[in-house]
């Protein structure tokens, strides 16, 4: 029912800034609650932000926090990941997630974001 595309993902040098995108299908978009998510070669996925269908509340990792910002466009059906003093650490497959009103969960296919020392 609901189709997740990520981009912006590429390789950028450390302290840089990266804008990802998650371009959402579906009628019920602006009542999903959106998250980000992450995961590192040999590692598992960890969460990253999210946030809640009306934009009030957002959600992050303490390591991303002051860095990193999630915002929702109801509009053009994406929500966006800034990233901000991006850190080697921050290399990962970042992946969106949607949250339906019945719980139903959905997940994008990841898109690659590489920071260089």
């Known amino acids: 029912q609901v189709q997740l595309v990520e981009s912006g993902g590429g390789l950028v040098q450390a302290g840089g800034s990266l804008r990802l995108s998650c371009a959402a299908s579906?009628?019920?978009?602006?009542?999903?609650?959106m998250g980000w998510y992450r995961q590192a070669p040999g590692k598992e996925r960890e969460f990253v932000a999210a946030?809640?269908?009306?934009?009030?509340?957002?959600s992050y990792r303490n390591s991303v926090k002051g860095r990193f910002t999630v915002s929702k466009d109801n509009t053009r059906n994406t929500v966006y990941l800034q990233m901000s003093g991006l850190k080697a650490e921050d290399t990962a497959i970042y992946y969106c997630?949607?949250?339906?009103?019945?719980?139903?969960?959905?997940w994008g296919q990841g898109t690659q974001v590489t920071v260089s020392p």
């Open positions: 579906g009628r019920t978009f602006s009542f999903y609650n």
């Open positions: 946030i809640n269908w009306s934009s009030e509340n957002t």
């Open positions: 997630s949607a949250r339906g009103i019945t719980n139903e969960l959905y």
